[in-house]
């Protein structure tokens, strides 16, 4: 049988080493500065990692994307289109959208809506972004910036086949898993 005191520094050898790991998990899981609060989802993008900013300055007119206007495609309840994919639009993309009913093109001022002109990046609702990949129009998108509750309305397949930042995102989601496993390691959870 193993004592009590001998777990006890056991235990504490374990949190000595995760907490030596600490400063490199905080780091890559630092918070972001997208909206927070009661009825509003975690920032989380589709690789699990922490939310990047879309655009804070849309089109130079001083306002941020998403549906909070904070440059962010961060969601919640009030959020009922699900302003959720980071797109870099297109002329193709924005003649689709208006040809069913969403034009993007046309500034709402009321709405803080600067409207959208090919090259500027916007939080698109998922299901949009769905519909006009199934029409094969969809406009390139960044997974880093681009909520986990894009995956209600796609799969992460689709979206990486559009991802615009797809090496680097990739090269990210690698280094968190050699930290995980290094964290997994210390605390003897793996071999």
Known sequence: KIA???LMNFMMFKCSILLLLLPQLIA????SGAARGPGISP????LGGELGCCCADVGGSGIGTGFYRDGFCSTGQLDEGRHTVCVEATAEFLAFSASVGN?????IPQYMFPGVRP???WCLCASR???????????KLFLKCT?????????????KAHARDLDEALSDLRQLDDLRNQ????AGLSD
């Open 129 to 139: 972004w769905e519909q006009a990949r199934l029409n094969n129009c969809a406009p």
């Open 103 to 107: 034009d993007l093109s046309t500034p």
């Open 28 to 31: 890559c899981l630092s918070s």
């Open 183 to 186: 964290a997994m390691r210390a």
């Open 147 to 159: 909520h986990e509750k894009t995956l209600e309305y796609t799969t992460l397949e689709h979206l």
């Open 43 to 46: 920032a989380r993008n589709v």
């Open 4 to 6: 009590a005191a001998d």
């Open 119 to 121: 090259g500027d990046l």
